[in-house]
């Protein structure tokens, strides 16, 4: 007879989900990666063109990442001292990077050469950016100042001196080539026209409240900028005036970094307080929040909105990465049909990126459009075998002190759990599952009990499985004090429910007692 997996017990009815949308799409990020680094990560940067690598700034190194496979593919290490602001270049062929020495470099991705190197400031430059306009560069520094350079000359064109403390973030107007956007910590947000001369060249000027400006960002529109500092986030018009539109407090600690998702839709705050908050900017409510395992310095959304990439201040490099559904893959040529491909044609077995090109070819072939199969085809239909969990591998095996440790872990569902206690149960096995252990493999399966004895749906199993514990290891008790802690958990545990119980019995009672005078006053009535 052959060996039937456990069935998982029917979960709780649903009660109607109260999961937004945006929550919902970000719970979609599923597959966390940690890396470790031996440094604090002060920069992320996702490549503009697909597929959309990412520069890590860490250290005295640039590392770039695959986003697929999560490894490193090229390493920019020509920095003397530590690198800052790593960042790609629209069309994704250069990047640019600052150092703590005040040393600006271009360098070619490919082959990492370096290609332009700038250097006039004095202290350390703390951010770097390519115009998406035209061929120049931005950089702010500690010395107070935000630099204009002419990439093709290496020349620097303007020097804007309006801060009084260190420049940490400096933006590009979207629409306009001669705006740019500037946050220090002296608290204030500048906008400045490099038209003008440079000492009328600040044309605006937005004060953040007391705190340093951490970051800034600008909408596409270009009409509404975003600073964060301290536990706050602002919004600002930028159509020639300096009014806070909004100002939001949802973190506890400074708020380090901000990003747009890949939609534009949300915007995304990091903070020390090691929490992601996701804001909507219809209303500006938070929709989402992501916690990480340590202080939070900067972070990162792809452009196909399938990478969310976080540097923390222990040098973790923390990417979550969800996949694409159907309705979000795109030809690579536009109006290009997919391709109808015959199963036992020749063109089905052989390199048919060399026969069509690759642009005419998806990169999955479970995404390609089959030919239904002609009459004459004859097609082989295989079973496949259904492939047991852990715990019925060592069920199937009589191992069942071992199907049951497998059945505790925090990747099996308690419904899973509790259907193998149920199989133990019908085998007769459940004393030997428990039988043998020592305090340390006990508190795993007191810890799962002290959890779910209250659940209705799993209290007469977990009653049956406290009362072999306890007679199992009675002659123990006073000896071990993780055992004694967790039944004592246990037992208070219970003794709560029994109290809420009575107290709910006290309710039913006096509520049966008005319906009971409600229904006598509308007899009495009728008569």
Known sequence: MDFLPTQQLPSAPRQGSSINPHSRHFHSFRHPLFIKHPSSITHIHFNPTKPHRYAVTSSTRVLIYAPKTGKVVKTISRFKDTARSGEFRKDGKLLVAGDDEGQIQVFDINSRAVLRTMKEHNQPVRVTHFSPHSPQIVSGSDDTTVKLWDLSTQTCLNTLSSHTDYVRSVKFHPSNPS????????S??????????????NVITMRHGGSPVEDIGIFDSGG???????????????????????????HQKTITCLSFDGEKKRVLTGSLDTMVKIYDIEDWKVVHTMRYPAPILS????PDDTHIAAGLTDGTLSVRRRDQKASEF????????????????????ADIESIFGKGHVKAKRNEMGLAKGNVDEFRVETRRKRKLREFDKFLKSFKYQAALDASLKKTVRPTSTFALIQELIYQDALRIALSGRDDVTLEPLLQFLVRHAIDPRFGEMAAEVAGVVIDLYTPILGQSPILDEMLSKLQGRIERELSFQRELMKLKGGLDMTLSQAAMSRLVDAA
């Not at 204030?188 to 060249?201: A, F, G, K, Q, Y």
């Not at 795109?330 to 089905?348: A, F, H, R, T």
């Open 299 to 302: 972070l990162a959304v792809s």
């Open 224 to 250: 509404i900028g975003i600073s964060v500092g301290g536990p706050i986030l602002r919004l600002w018009d930028l159509t020639m005036s300096n009014k806070c539109l909004r100002a939001l407090s949802n």
């Open 179 to 186: 705006l740019l956007l500037s946050g220090s910590y002296d």
């Open 330 to 349: 795109k030809d690579d040529i536009e109006g290009q049909k997919s391709l109808s491909i015959v199963g036992g044609s020749y063109e089905y077995f």
């Open 188 to 201: 204030t947000i500048r906008l400045h026209d490099v038209r003008l001369p440079e000492d009328t060249s």
